[in-house]
């Protein structure tokens, strides 16, 4: 009896649909240049010549890979964690002496205008 082998790996059989526009390195590096600089999508669809939509679909399915691929080793930290964590960052923004270093430096920096 035949083993039977996953569906993108029978080179036998043809997917269908369009061919891909970029190799799977490519789509890789696309995704790693928008997550590291931070690119637009406009600007990726131009440099790789494909459709802004194209861009986003490969990014978010990317983005959903590496999430089911990576998890167990960089888990999420649990609720009660990120409540811990906001407490302590709170109660360190809420410091009157962190309020005064920054109230200072805002000043200094800024010559009391307002540029909100």
Same mark, same amino acid.
Do not use: H
């Given at each position: 009896?035949?083993?039977?082998?996953?569906?993108?790996?029978?080179?036998?059989r043809k997917k269908r649909g369009?061919?891909?526009? @970029?190799? %799977?390195?490519?789509?890789?590096? $696309?995704?790693?240049?928008?997550?590291?600089? +931070? /690119?637009?999508?406009?600007?990726?669809a131009d440099s790789f010549g494909?459709?802004?939509?194209?861009?986003?679909?490969?990014?978010?399915?990317?983005?959903? @890979?590496? %999430?089911?691929?990576?998890?167990? $080793?960089?888990?999420?930290?649990?609720?009660? +964690? /990120?409540?811990?964590?906001?407490?302590?960052?709170?109660?360190?923004?809420?410091?009157?002496?962190?309020?005064?270093?920054?109230?200072?430096?805002?000043?200094?920096?800024?010559?009391?205008?307002?540029?909100?």
């Open positions: 009896m035949k083993e039977r082998q996953s569906y993108q790996m029978d080179d036998n369009p061919p891909r526009k @970029l190799s %799977y390195l490519d789509e890789f590096l $696309l995704v790693l240049m928008r997550l590291k600089a +931070g /690119l637009f999508v406009q600007d990726l494909i459709s802004t939509s194209l861009v986003s679909r490969m990014c978010i399915t990317w983005i959903n @890979l590496l %999430y089911v691929e990576l998890k167990d $080793l960089f888990p999420f930290p649990a609720r009660t +964690g /990120l409540q811990e964590y906001a407490t302590i960052v709170c109660s360190i923004c809420n410091n009157k002496n962190y309020f005064r270093l920054y109230t200072t430096v805002y000043s200094a920096s800024f010559g009391n205008a307002c540029t909100v």
